[in-house]
């Protein structure tokens, strides 16, 4: 049974950097697309990136184009999201989901079968 644990999250100030981690047990990810989501208080959960099993990224949002970016490293069964300049939008309970498909568009929530506990990621000053 795989289980996805995100880690790295934290009170941030405006304008800094945080790497988040979905670290993998159970199973290995190398053969599958992983993706991080984000929920806001009060607001629906949003896709951020993917990255397929090749290391190819997928955008789904534009707010983080140019700041956030998606790496994985499967000798360490790891999903990493790198985030720099930081906002106060930005704070929300980031998730990480292994993908049932590769990274495209059309992915929707419901093409993900496991799903981390989230990380809190606050930004304030």
């Known amino acids: 049974q795989l289980q996805l644990v995100e880690s790295g999250g934290g009170l941030v100030q405006p304008g800094g950097s945080l790497r988040l981690s979905c670290a993998a047990s159970?199973?290995?990810?190398?053969?599958?697309?992983i993706s991080w989501f984000r929920q806001a208080p009060g607001g629906e959960r949003e896709t951020i990136l993917c990255?397929?099993?090749?290391?190819?990224?997928?955008n789904y949002a534009d707010s983080v184009k140019g700041r956030f970016t998606i790496s994985r490293d499967d000798a360490k069964n790891t999903v990493y999201l790198q985030m720099n300049s930081l906002k106060p939008e930005d704070t929300a309970v980031y998730y990480c989901?292994?993908?049932?498909?590769?990274?495209?568009?059309?992915?929707?929530?419901?093409?993900?079968?496991?799903w981390g506990q989230g990380t809190q990621v606050t930004v304030s000053s």
């Open positions: 990255i397929s099993s090749s290391g190819g990224s997928t």
């Open positions: 989901a292994r993908a049932l498909y590769t990274c495209s568009a059309s992915l929707t929530r419901y093409d993900y079968d496991y």
């Open positions: 159970g199973s290995t990810l190398d053969h599958y697309a």
